[in-house]
């Protein structure tokens, strides 16, 4: 039951929080190389203006969807599962770092698994920022895993799986088990009650967008990149592109985008 209640959790909050992001992922993109960064308010009315709407913040929710039902399903499922477990054959809970192990754990399975619906996200979301005649105009989640087997080959839907599990890890140690340290710590004061789920809630989703931006920032413009005209990529890998985003954009840049996120 803790799958199916994880990924149908993901689910739903992705679609509340899809428009929020796309802008994340525009920014992050725009903050490659030299010049002036756009606002969120910019990236939005570019959206808006420019590239259809109101629907435009939400391309690729198809793929976010099927993305969230296996990552969700599993990090939340294989965490909660471990907990229960826990409780029935050690007769307690878990320390704070033991959690801290369960959240890396699961994180890294789920993030490894929905790679490729990961990628295909991160595609349809920075299409429209490309020029026109190098955008893949996939047309759907299963078009775009489709013509990425076919034309790069079936090892290419895991291109970025490094930084995305190290995303996923980094997000789920700010996340799971900071929450669930601060509930049982918080509930001394405020009991079982609203007050305790939320204030844990702002706690966790702080370290998590913290931690768990940098990696993501790397994972969006490794999965995004196209070979240039001397036939290079941009990026050889998590490390290369850790490199040049710090010599060419600034350590901040590695959390452009921080407010959406946390949202």
């Not at 471990?82 to 699961?106: I, P, Q, W, Y």
């Not at 839907?157 to 996340?175: D, Y």
């Not at 004061?189 to 993501?216: E, K, N, Q």
């Amino acid at each position: 039951m803790n799958f199916v209640t994880g990924g149908l959790a993901g689910m739903t909050a992705t679609a509340t929080i899809q428009p929020l992001d796309m802008v994340k992922t525009r920014m992050q993109l725009s903050s490659e190389g030299l010049g002036a960064k756009p606002s969120v308010a910019a990236v939005v009315r570019n959206l808006f203006v420019n590239e259809g709407g109101l629907l435009a913040f939400y391309k690729g929710l198809g793929s976010a969807l099927m993305r969230q039902m296996i990552y969700a399903g599993l990090r939340l499922g294989i965490f909660y599962t471990v907990l229960d477990v826990s409780k029935d054959k050690l007769g307690r809970s878990l320390n704070a770092s033991e959690k801290a192990l369960a959240s890396l754990g699961s994180g890294a399975v789920g993030a490894f698994i929905a790679t490729p619906f990961d990628l295909a996200l991160v595609r349809f979301q920075a299409d429209g920022a490309l020029p026109v005649d190098q955008r893949r105009n996939y047309r759907n989640w299963a078009d775009a895993l489709g013509k990425i087997i076919r034309t790069e080959g079936f090892f290419n839907l895991w291109k970025g799986a490094f930084p995305t599990i190290v995303r996923a890890m980094s997000m789920n140690l700010g996340m799971l088990a900071p929450y669930e340290e601060c509930k049982q710590r918080f509930r001394k004061y405020f009991g079982d009650g609203y007050a305790t789920y939320i204030s844990s809630s702002f706690v966790a989703g702080f370290l998590a967008a913290f931690l768990g931006l940098p990696p993501d920032n790397m994972k969006t413009k490794i999965q995004k990149m196209k070979a240039g005209a001397d036939g290079k990529l941009p990026y050889k890998g998590l490390f290369d592109c850790a490199r040049k985003t710090f010599r060419g954009e600034g350590i901040l840049r590695f959390w452009v985008g921080f407010p959406v996120f946390y949202m």
